[in-house]
């Protein structure tokens, strides 16, 4: 089973290559990627790494660990939930099944 780990405080020049070369130590990463704002295709700062196991080594190890100069946030995501609009979103999803 796969846990979905929250990687903050990102420098702007972190890729999805340098998150995955980070996480891979500690087990296999299924998935990585660094969120982008929509209009400027800047960095927002964090993301996200799916792992499998080793995720509990890898969230131990790399919290407070330094890339690009700073030092990473790392902990387990939140889940997602689909009742509430994402930051940017001028419009609300409309409700799925009957009500």
């Not at 982008?36 to 790494?49: A, H, K, Y």
């Not at 660990?65 to 609300?92: E, M, S, W, Y």
Request: with cysteine; proline share 7%; net charge positive.
């Amino acid at each position: 089973m796969s846990r979905t780990i929250y990687v903050g405080n990102l420098a702007q020049q972190t890729t999805r290559a340098d998150l995955v070369e980070a996480f891979a130590p500690f087990g296999s990463v299924a998935a990585a990627r660094v969120v982008n704002d929509p209009q400027t295709g800047l960095s927002r700062g964090f993301g996200f790494v799916e792992m499998g196991d080793g995720a509990d080594r890898a969230v131990a190890a790399l919290h407070g660990a330094r890339l690009h100069g700073r030092a990473l946030a790392v902990r387990d995501a939140n889940p997602r939930t689909g009742d509430r609009p994402r930051p940017g979103c001028t419009h609300r999803a409309a409700p799925v099944g009957p009500r």
